[in-house]
C-alpha cells in the first residue's frame, strides 16, 4: 500500500504517543475526524500498522541486558530458535549474515539470571559457539 505525507504526518504522531484520541490527531492535522478515522482503518486493514503496544519505563525493565553473538550448525536453525524461544530472558532474536547467525537480545533480573540464560544458550544444540555482550548504558534509542 502506498502512503502520501498525510499517512505519514498521522503515522509520525501515533509514534509519538498512541493512544493520542482521533479528535486531537485531526486537530493536529487539520482533518476531519471522520478522515483521520478513516486513514486509521486503512493504515490498519492494509498492514501498514499492525498494532498498538505497550512501552515501560526503563525502571520497570530488568535491569541487565546483553547481546549473544550466535554461531549455529547448518539446517539447526528451528531446533536452535524454539529453545531460545523457551527462555524467559531472551526478548529478542534476529538473523544476520557474517561471522555469526543469530543477535539474540537479552533482558534479566541479575547477573546469575544472566549468566545461566547465556549458559542454556551454549549448551544448546545446534549452536557452534557464542560472544556475549553486556550493555552498560543506551545513548540512542530511536524507537523510544
Given at each position: 500500500?502506498?502512503?502520501?505525507e498525510t499517512d505519514q504526518a498521522?503515522?509520525?504522531?501515533?509514534a509519538d504517543n498512541a493512544r493520542t484520541p482521533v479528535a486531537t490527531l485531526a486537530r493536529r492535522l487539520g482533518?476531519?475526524?471522520t478522515t483521520v478515522q478513516a486513514r486509521l482503518d486503512r493504515l490498519e486493514s492494509s498492514g501498514?500498522?499492525?498494532?498498538?503496544t505497550l512501552r515501560l519505563a526503563d525502571?520497570?525493565?530488568?535491569?541487565?541486558?546483553?547481546?549473544?553473538?550466535?554461531?549455529?550448525e547448518p539446517r539447526s536453525a528451528p531446533a536452535v530458535l524454539a529453545r531460545l524461544r523457551s527462555l524467559p530472558d531472551v526478548r529478542t532474536?534476529?538473523?544476520t549474515s557474517g561471522r555469526?547467525?543469530?543477535i539474540v537480545g537479552i533482558e534479566a533480573a541479575t547477573?546469575?539470571?544472566l549468566d545461566d540464560t547465556l549458559d542454556r544458550i551454549g549448551e544448546t544444540r545446534g549452536v557452534k559457539g557464542s560472544e556475549s555482550l553486556i550493555q552498560l548504558s543506551t545513548k540512542l534509542d530511536r524507537r523510544a
Amino acid at each position: 500500500m502506498q502512503t502520501d505525507e498525510t499517512d505519514q504526518a498521522l503515522l509520525d504522531l501515533l509514534a509519538d504517543n498512541a493512544r493520542t484520541p482521533v479528535a486531537t490527531l485531526a486537530r493536529r492535522l487539520g482533518l476531519a475526524r471522520t478522515t483521520v478515522q478513516a486513514r486509521l482503518d486503512r493504515l490498519e486493514s492494509s498492514g501498514v500498522i499492525e498494532g498498538y503496544t505497550l512501552r515501560l519505563a526503563d525502571r520497570l525493565r530488568a535491569p541487565l541486558r546483553a547481546t549473544a553473538l550466535v554461531s549455529i550448525e547448518p539446517r539447526s536453525a528451528p531446533a536452535v530458535l524454539a529453545r531460545l524461544r523457551s527462555l524467559p530472558d531472551v526478548r529478542t532474536v534476529h538473523t544476520t549474515s557474517g561471522r555469526f547467525d543469530l543477535i539474540v537480545g537479552i533482558e534479566a533480573a541479575t547477573t546469575e539470571a544472566l549468566d545461566d540464560t547465556l549458559d542454556r544458550i551454549g549448551e544448546t544444540r545446534g549452536v557452534k559457539g557464542s560472544e556475549s555482550l553486556i550493555q552498560l548504558s543506551t545513548k540512542l534509542d530511536r524507537r523510544a
